[in-house]
Every structure is written in C-alpha cells, then in structure tokens.
C-alpha cells in the first residue's frame, strides 16, 4: 500500500506564505496498490483538485480512470472539492462514492452530487461524463476484491463520520478523523438539578467502551492518520463537542494501541508552518508515547507500507 497525503487542513482551505509547507487544502488521500493496479481515495476536499490533475497525466493514459472515493463524512471540507475533480468530466470513468450520510431523506448523491447545480456550480451532475455510483455506508466489515478487507468504525463527531481500516498484504492502514474523544454528556455533579445517578453512570461506561472500541478498531496499525485539530488547553477552553481530537489524548492514545506510525491531520485552519513545528517537537519526539514514530501529515507526504 502507498499512501500520499494531498490535502490535510481541516474546516476550510488556507492557502498562503504561512501554510506552504504543510499544505493549505482540506483532506484527501490517495491510497495505491501499485501490485493490482488499484486506487482508492479518501475523501474529497480541496485537496482532490490536484489528485485529479496527476490522474490524468499519471492513470488516463493507461485507460478509463475507475477509481472508488470513501468519505469519512459529508461535511463541507471533505466535499467540495468533488467538483474540480476533473476525471468526472471524462467519459468512460467509472467512479464509485461511498459515506455515511445523516439523514435518510438526504441520500449520498443528493448531499455529494447536490453541489452540482446551477445554484452553485456552472454545471450539472447530470452534464458530467464519468458512470458515478453512490452507495451508502454503515459500521461494517467488507471484502473489497482483490485481497483488500476494510472495516468501518463510527467516530465522534457532530453528523455521522466513519473511521476506515484498509488490510492487504498483511499491512494495515487507518484513517480516524473527523473525531474527538467519547465523553460523558450526562451531569456528574450531584448538586446539578438535571443529576440523575444511574445516567451519570451509564455515561461513564458508555464513554469508556467507545474509546476502547475505537483503539481496538487502530490497534496495530502500520499507519494511522487520526484527527488532531487542538491542544488540550485549546479543546478544554471551548472547543470540546465540536468533533475534533487534541495532541495530548492522540499520541498517547496511539502508542498504547500499538501503532507503528501516527499522521497527525486535520489541522486548524490557524495552525500556520512555524506554530505546526513548535506541536511536532513537543509531541513528536521519538519515544515520547512509546514505540509509535509519530509526525505531522503534510502535503505531498508519501508512505510506502
């Protein structure tokens, strides 16, 4: 499997002199199995324009591009570069889509494809030349042909969002983001008039079985790309619930899992190059959090597994 970072900012893109080399568009990974001749992608930020463009001068040439895109979840920076993704303007592609979506009025190709109207977009899904299939995904384990297995995890986040175990060959490939830690949203302070005993304590247990399935689900990973938009004084400050993990729970998290490298990913739209470097001598150290290399994703990364 070789793995190629080519969007890794989470919320909105931000180009510009303080993001250069950690990349400013939002995430999209390309994922490659060279030996099949197989490519999958996962999700569609910004960051999928220029995947696009090395498609067609990298797999166009060779036939129709047939290609599959899993999306951790639909929210606007893991979508809107779906658009500029030029293959899809290409007659004879053959694009599968997959995701979670929230609600079932809505289905996948509404929320996806729904960008593609006149009302934001010169041009409509129906217009595009690729075959485009979109199929709805739940927590699941499934065979993906050609000896790839992929399970998908619920995470923590405000709509539906997936988590994704790739295993081939004996190697093992993750992705956990958009995420944060599962936590007790019950009251726990007996003097709070909404106390309720028995909820505060099905909260904790709750909480705590999520977080132990979510380690299982990334235990032992070759490489895992986890979400990890804050610090800890930044997440305890006001951004605990917006879905989004911190530094402090994520690398210690990954080392006790057992996971052979971390991606740190999904950075703040604020995160400029130089405060990003400040975050990777503080928690990149090697072994800090034990036997796990741990790094910073940027833009253009490529990990061979």
Known sequence: MRVKFWGVRGSIPCPGPQTVRYGGNTPCIELRF?????????????GIRELGNFMLGNDLPNGPIKTEIFLSHTHWDHIMGFPFFTPIYIPGTRLKVYGPVSYEKDTLEKVVGGQLTYRYFPV???????????IHLQED???????????TKYLNHPILSLGYRFEYKGRVFCTAYDTEPFRNIFSTDPDDPSYDETMAREGELIAKEQNEALAAFYAGADLLVHDCQYTAEEYSKDKAGWGHSYFEWVCPAAGQAGVKKLALFHHDPLRTDPLLDELAKLHCSPGKYGDSEIFIAGEGMEIIL
Do not use: H, V, W
Not at 34 to 46: C, E, P, T, W, Y
Not at 124 to 134: C, F, K, P, T
């Open 124 to 134: 409509r899904e129906a217009e595009l030349g690729a075959e485009i299939d979109y």
């Open 141 to 151: 384990s499934f065979d993906l042909g050609d000896g790839i297995k992929m399970t």
């Open 34 to 46: 060279d030996d099949i001749n197989r490519l999958i992608i996962i999700d569609a930020g910004s």
